[in-house]
């Protein structure tokens, strides 16, 4: 069992936790409609990813009345 030799007090630790503050993301701007997206993610507006539709949006999909 792990037993320390001296006490860390509350700065010292509390400076080796300095660097594991989250950080807010960095949206980029979608290059189909122009709307904020995460990167490297598919776009929740547009379903666009790198110049594609990857994501077929309701308004494109025909649905036939009678088959529901």
Do not use: F, T, W
Request: proline share 4%.
């Amino acid at each position: 069992m792990a037993v320390q030799q001296n006490k860390v007090s509350k700065s010292r630790r509390n400076n080796r936790r300095a660097h594991d503050a989250l950080v807010a993301a960095n949206p980029n701007e979608c290059s189909n409609c122009g709307e904020l997206k995460r990167p490297h993610h598919v776009c929740p507006s547009c379903g666009h990813y790198a110049d594609r539709a990857v994501i077929a949006q309701a308004d494109e999909i025909d649905l036939d009345e009678d088959a529901a």
